[in-house]
């Protein structure tokens, strides 16, 4: 011990240092320092410490949110220096309201000695501590029978807390803990679950399991069946990649991580451990399931896990009120296939029922015991197979305690619970039985959920865990043990623990001494936060013996941001004139505000239209298009260019004004729909008429019509593309009934009857674009041969032997004959009945000759070998008299003229012969 003088000499020096170093960190805020420095214990010969009472005011205050801290310092040369906290630091000067935007605290600590650190923290929000304490991993909590554990996100060391009767919260002794408390083992997890009474957890660096709590029946695979108080390796050297423990019912499981094998331990009683028997086994043995496994989990005499190769679920153990949703109530010693050949994503396991998350659609399915709701399916009554609970939602996560379930909704996150509500477990407010999948009291989202005789989750935005149902043990973690919680509640957490530097240097080891190192102490995602909140961050480390100050970052504030317009556009775009133009903004807020949105519209610049449209989401969501507002069809006009101007208000600032440009387009007009003459169809008209149903316009532009034929032929390939035409239609030639007509100001050249046929086609122009050809149709023209006699027969009167006489003098007049039909034809000449009986027909006594008719002397084809131009017998058969008789006008004739002759001895009497012209197209000359 050092003198009295000494010690008072040291009392004065160490009443200004802090006054000194307080000042310089916190600016212009003062302190007031009472209490008296004592002397204390030693951690050697020649050292000791004493401690410093003093008020701190948080916020540049002195008058408000006060506290009272405790400063330890070793004073002597030879013993440990106090860490000293240099600064405290925020990520930002300002913060923005917005839940992803986190707030990082820092903390510049040293340490003379090099010892390994711890820190502490404190969150204040205006002047108030608004959190402290330890955020957890995102899936690592685990709600035992009357015990919780969970991974502690800093440095994924296990805290547990509640029940410690027999050491299952891993601290080393048996006292109970009503908040989160480390284990003993200060190796980083990755995954830990708590049973009734024994806990078990995966080593994070190199996958092993370590048990601790109840021994009994070798539930901890230690080899025995002694009690551990602290974390102690199983009897398997085997890396790990899962471990189950249930609750209650003595045996817990878990995944190989070589080959995904399952191995359980613990008591066998009705083949629960998978392996073909009912022995209880002290270390891990396989399963007699050789298949790799995704998932295990335990219920309270059964097991049920997930395959990897097709994520069925097989179940195995005790099966009384068909818990192994195998459609029989059979135990069975190994694992078997249940009932549903669905994929699994999830399960949670109850007293004796299931639970499972299929993957085709992530509906959570139930089977087993139903006696108080427990298959969420809105009645009771066990079921054998699986059967789906009453909310469709698809699920993340299913969890089940020993007569309740509770499951993270997919579409929000929120949790939902079922079955038995005694001691507030399904966390609704009250104490009854839910039938059905019910939303916790608390509208935030989760990243996990698990369930026991309690339950307990973490949330989302803060990583914080919350937990609700029994607390009389202290197992929901909130500093008591007291009556029971019905709605969920903030575990608290006044431990310390390591931080790691915040260039991410792990590899050095969570304990590595950094001096003046910014080390990121926490993060806080600031929720319930509201402008002109205002955040400080306080930092405490420790050596492990003594403390430093308290320390506080600068205040920051919230403030709001002005949200910004990410995209405008018209739809549709292009438009055309007759288009509603639809004005998007999609905008976001960095403060996640509601919004209303501002918006004009300008016609080639010109300011045409504007106003608002409030639109106020409750549950903002970033990025989501809203149409703002509509410009109504016909004001536009083709050509013109509109402009859509939007922005974005926060009810405090405005985005800046974004525009987007449409330019007006024609509407090209429509499709022609075709009349007459239909497809197919034949004629023998050369100049056809084409009809069609008058053609439409967006913007009933005057059309133009414009006829499309063309020749085609089927006999291999000759070409007629001399015929093809494109005609243009003007609008005059609709007749206001409907329809247009049109006929061909010319004659189609090409027949049928030589393999050739005629397509023909319409679009209209609106003198701005043409619209689509209509569907093509085709005719096909025939040969019409039509020849007509004006007078059928002749009188010569009385001829006497030896006379004749003949029709060029029109006395009597020769034959008429005029070409009726569509074509050139060839006319053959013949007379069957003998005139003379002494001469035969085809003699110079019966003869004839072709003429022109006066005014039609185009009609023949003079220059043919084949027109008689000259006094030629009649033949008996056919003979050719003309070639290439006309048919263009309606009076294309000729004349036929006849000469007789009476042979000298042709006895007298009355003499006939009918005579007969025939006609036949004639193809060469078209």
């Not at 820190?119 to 685990?142: A, P």
């Not at 659609?361 to 059967?387: I, T």
């Not at 623990?497 to 003046?516: A, W």
């Amino acid at each position: 011990m050092f003198k009295k003088p000494v010690l008072i000499l040291f009392i004065l020096t160490i009443l200004f240092v802090p006054i000194s170093v307080m000042s310089e960190s916190m600016g212009s805020s003062s302190y007031n320092v009472t209490g008296i420095v004592t002397s204390g214990g030693s951690n050697s010969s020649s050292s000791g410490y004493m401690s410093l009472h003093y008020v701190l005011p948080v916020a540049g205050n002195a008058s408000s949110s006060s506290y009272d801290t405790t400063v330890g310092q070793f004073f002597s040369s030879g013993g440990n220096s106090a860490p000293i906290v240099s600064s405290v630091t925020l990520n930002a000067t300002t913060v923005y309201n917005y839940s992803a935007d986190n707030l990082f605290g820092y903390c510049n600590a040293s340490d003379g000695d090099g010892d390994p650190l711890s820190y502490k923290f404190k969150w204040y929000k205006n002047g108030g501590v608004n959190m402290s304490g330890t955020l957890f991993k995102g899936g690592s909590v685990s709600a035992g029978g009357y015990h919780s554990c969970g991974i502690r996100a800093s440095d994924s060391r296990v805290l547990c807390w509640g029940q410690n009767n027999n050491g299952q919260l891993g601290t080393g002794n048996t006292t109970d803990q009503s908040s989160p408390t480390l284990t003993s083992d200060s190796s980083a997890y990755i995954s830990v679950s708590a049973s009734d009474e024994h806990s078990c957890g995966i080593r994070a660096n190199d996958s092993r399991v370590l048990c601790w709590g109840n021994g009994n029946n070798g539930r901890l695979g230690t080899g025995d069946v002694s009690q551990r108080l602290n974390p102690t390796l199983i009897d398997d050297t085997s890396a790990y990649s899962m471990i189950a423990t249930g609750y209650a019912y003595q045996h817990s499981c878990g995944i190989r991580a070589s080959d995904s094998r399952v191995l359980c331990w613990g008591r066998g009683t009705n083949g629960r451990l998978g392996n073909g028997d009912t022995v209880q086994r002290e270390s891990p043995t396989l399963t007699s399931d050789s298949s790799a496994y995704s998932f295990i989990e335990v219920g309270a005499a059964f097991s049920c896990g997930i395959r990897a190769s097709d994520s069925r679920v097989l179940c195995w153990g005790q099966n009384n009120n068909g818990q192994l949703g195998t459609g029989n109530t059979t135990d069975m010693h190994n694992p078997t296939l249940i009932n549903d050949s669905s994929a699994y994503i999830d399960l949670g396991l109850g007293f004796e029922f299931g639970c499972g998350i299929r993957a085709s659609d992530s509906r959570v399915l139930c089977w087993g015991d139903d006696l108080e709701g427990y298959l969420g399916n809105g009645a009771a009554g066990e079921s054998n197979n699986p059967v789906l609970t009453s909310d469709p939602s698809a699920y993340l996560i299913v969890s089940s305690g020993p007569v309740h379930s509770c499951g993270i909704r997919a579409n929000d996150s929120r949790v939902l619970c079922w079955g038995s509500g005694n001691n507030g477990r399904l966390g609704d407010g009250g104490t009854g039985v839910n039938y059905v999948p019910t939303l916790v009291n608390d509208s935030s989202s989760y990243l996990d959920v698990s369930g026991g005789q309690h339950s307990c989750g973490i949330r989302a935005n803060d990583s914080r865990v919350l937990c609700w149902g029994q607390n009389a043990d202290g197992q929901l973690g909130l500093g008591n043990e007291d009556s029971p919680v019905l709605n969920p509640s903030l575990t608290v957490d006044p431990g310390s623990y390591t931080v790691s530097r915040i260039d991410n240097l792990s590899s050095i080891g969570p304990y590595y001494h950094f001096n003046y190192m910014d080390m990121l102490a926490s993060v806080f995602a600031p929720i319930d936060t509201f402008v002109d909140d205002e955040f400080i961050f306080s930092c405490m480390v420790s050596d492990g013996l003594l403390n430093s100050i308290w320390v506080n970052s600068s205040a920051v504030m919230i403030i709001s941001t002005p949200p910004v317009v990410s995209s405008v556009r018209i739809s549709p775009d292009p438009a055309t004139a007759t288009d509603t133009l639809e004005g998007h903004c999609t905008a976001t807020d960095y403060d996640a505000d509601n919004v209303s949105y501002h918006w004009k519209w300008y016609k080639d610049d010109v300011l045409n239209e504007s106003g608002s449209e409030v639109h106020a989401i409750t549950n903002h969501t970033q990025g989501t298009e809203v149409n703002v507002d509509n410009l109504t069809s016909g004001i536009q006009s083709f050509g013109e260019n509109w402009t859509f101007s939007c922005l974005a208000y926060d009810g405090t600032s405005n985005s800046t004004l974004w525009s987007n440009y449409s330019v007006i387009i024609n509407t090209p007009p429509d499709k022609i729909v075709l009349s007459a003459p239909e497809s197919g169809n034949t004629t023998t008209n050369r100049s056809p008429m084409f009809s069609w149903v008058e053609g439409t316009d967006g913007e009933a532009d005057p059309l133009t019509y414009y006829l499309n034929l063309t020749c085609g032929y089927s006999g291999g390939g000759t070409d007629c593309s001399d015929d093809n035409s494109e005609t243009v239609v003007e609008e005059g030639n609709c007749t206001g009934d409907g329809f247009c007509n049109f006929t061909v100001p010319f004659e189609l050249k090409y027949f049928g009857d030589d393999n050739y046929y005629y397509n023909w086609t319409v679009r209209a122009y609106d003198q701005n674009q043409y619209g689509q050809w209509s569907d093509v149709w085709n005719i096909t023209i025939y040969t019409s041969v039509v020849i007509t006699l004006y007078n059928d027969s002749m009188q010569f009167g009385v001829i006497g032997p030896g006379q004749n006489n003949d029709t060029s003098d029109d006395s009597p007049e020769p034959f008429k004959i005029r070409n009726d039909g569509n074509c050139f034809v060839d006319i053959n000449i013949s007379s069957t009945d003998l005139l003379w009986d002494s001469q035969p027909t085809a003699s110079d006594y019966f003869r004839y000759m072709v003429d022109n008719v006066t005014g039609e002397e185009n009609s023949l084809n003079w220059s043919s070998q084949n027109t008689t131009s000259s006094w030629t017998p009649i033949p008996v058969v056919n003979g050719s008299a003309m070639s290439f008789f006309n048919y263009s006008d309606a009076t294309d004739e000729a004349e036929i003229e006849v000469y007789i002759s009476v042979p000298t001895g042709e006895m007298a009497g009355i003499k006939t012969s009918t005579m007969w012209f025939t006609a036949g197209y004639n193809s060469e000359y078209e």
